[in-house]
Each structure stands twice: as C-alpha cells, then as structure tokens.
C-alpha cells in the first residue's frame, strides 16, 4: 500500500511563505509523476504543479513565479514552496502520485492513483 503524508500547512497572512512536505513510502512510485492540488470549499479541484523524476514541472498560470515544486530523491519526498499567497491561495491542499513517469498537464488528479490526506492552507488579508 502507497501512501502519503503530507505537512507544513497552516495560516499566513498575505504576502507569506509556508513550505508543503510531502513523504511517499514507496521510492517506486516516487519516480512516477507527482502532483499537488488543492480544493476549496464549493470549488472544483485543481491541479497546482506537477514534477516527473527528469525534472520536468508544470504549474497553474495563477501560481506561476509564487509556487515551486521540488523533489529530494534521497528522501522520498516532494515540496512545495508558496512565497507571495493570496487568500485566493487558500484551500486543502494534496499531494498526489501517478503509475506513470510523466505528467500530463492541465490535470485535476483524476488520472493519480495515490493520494495523501490533505493539509489546509489559510491565507489572510
């Protein structure tokens, strides 16, 4: 069983940083596609960035030159470092992982197989 936990969200005002971490147990899968998505209340889910192990990365135009996703394969894990947030930014954020080495993009996650419990973002004015 794959799974993930993620950490590092909580509140900030705007114009903050805060850092999302996200483990994989399985350094197979880690080498698939990984994701980040977040949902806000009454919102559809959208995909937030994407990476493949080759270092490839996509982004949301709204979070592009914020939001850089990263990976440490050492550690089995996947950032998200989220400079300048709006209170547009605030919502559940998941990390997700796919079967299959690239990403595909734009994505809403349907096509991720593993998921993680989400961890809330909050961004104040």
């Known amino acids: 069983q794959v799974q993930l936990v993620e950490s590092g969200g909580g509140s900030v005002q705007a114009g903050g940083s805060l850092r999302l971490s996200c483990e994989i147990s399985?350094?197979?899968?880690?080498?698939?596609?990984m994701g980040w998505f977040r949902q806000a209340p009454g919102k559809e889910r959208e995909g937030v960035a994407t990476?493949?192990?080759?270092?490839?990365?996509n982004y949301a135009d709204s979070v592009k030159g914020r939001f850089t996703i990263s990976r440490d394969n050492a550690k089995n894990s996947l950032y998200l470092q989220m400079d300048s947030l709006k209170p547009g930014d605030t919502a559940m954020y998941y990390c997700?992982?796919?079967?299959?080495?690239?990403?595909?993009?734009?994505?809403?996650?349907?096509?991720?197989?593993?998921w993680g419990q989400g961890t809330q973002v909050t961004v104040t004015s």
């Open positions: 997700a992982a796919d079967r299959v080495p690239r990403c595909g993009w734009p994505s809403r996650g349907y096509e991720f197989n593993y």
């Open positions: 990476s493949d192990a080759a270092g490839n990365t």
């Open positions: 399985s350094p197979t899968t880690f080498r698939n596609c």
